[in-house]
């Protein structure tokens, strides 16, 4: 398989402050990166998808002003949440995909970021 | 994208197979079948994916149907630590997205 990493792997913030997150892909370029939100007890919830240079493309109900994803490279993508609050705390995941779209397409998830906002 | 239907949970006995079913009765023909597995707060682990072919890798096993409208994925001698949700995703293009997955919890 192919290993995907994020940093930190856990972040305590105050309320109104914004935070960084890290998402490398280290053995392998990843043309696509995502980033997706899981709460406690629930499946993960697709956020964004970004293309190296290109900007992100955000789900609906996702706020771009306030997660804001950078793909500066084939291997890094980052996600600030801006002005954080309680309610941003979650689980977040990045992933990277691997290969053309089709038969060989792999997609690699990074071990996650949890969040807390206090 | 085809929706997914899996049991919300199982059981299984250490090293009998587990087998996990999944449900695609709306599989388009360009659609593949993916297998992810999250053990507790962790990312997703990739595990397998094929389109019509049964397919066998390291960790398990893919049965398709031959309609292609359900699928199986096998894990042949289940461990302690392979208690985890298991996520069945149909997608054409990259993004994988997930439903509720079955969790499974492998007893001794």
């Known amino acids: 398989g192919a290993v995907v990493s994020q940093h930190p792997s856990w972040v305590i913030c105050k309320s109104g402050t914004s935070v960084k997150i890290e998402c490398r892909s280290l053995?392998?370029?990843?043309?696509?990166m995502f980033w997706y939100r899981q709460f406690p007890k629930q499946s993960l919830m697709l956020m964004a998808t970004?293309?190296?240079?290109?900007?992100?493309?955000?789900e609906q109900g996702v706020e771009k002003d306030k997660f804001l994803i950078n793909h500066a490279s084939l291997t890094l993508s980052t996600l600030t949440v801006t002005s954080a609050h309680p309610e941003d705390s979650s689980f977040y995941i990045c992933?990277?995909?691997?290969?053309?779209?089709?038969?060989?397409?792999?997609?690699?998830f990074g071990p996650g970021t949890r969040l807390t906002v206090t | 994208d085809a929706k997914t239907t899996q049991p919300t949970s199982m059981d299984c006995a250490e090293g009998r197979a587990a087998n996990l079913p999944c449900n695609h009765s709306?599989?388009?023909?360009?659609?593949?079948v993916y297998w992810y597995r999250q053990i507790h707060s962790q990312g997703p682990q990739y595990i397998i994916h094929?389109?019509?072919n049964n397919e066998t890798n390291e960790m398990a096993s893919l049965i398709i149907t031959e309609d292609r409208k359900s699928s199986t994925l096998i894990l042949p001698h289940a461990t302690l630590r392979d208690t985890a949700v298991y996520y069945c995703?149909?997608?054409?293009?990259?993004?994988?997205?997930f439903g509720a997955g079955t969790r499974l919890t492998v007893k001794p």
């Open positions: 992933s990277g995909g691997k290969g053309p779209l089709g038969s060989s397409y792999e997609q690699y």
């Open positions: 053995d392998f370029q990843a043309t696509t």
């Open positions: 970004s293309n190296e240079g290109s900007k992100a493309t955000y």
């Open positions: 709306t599989i388009s023909g360009n659609e593949y």
């Open positions: 094929g389109l019509k």
């Open positions: 995703i149909v997608r054409v293009i990259g993004d994988m997205r």
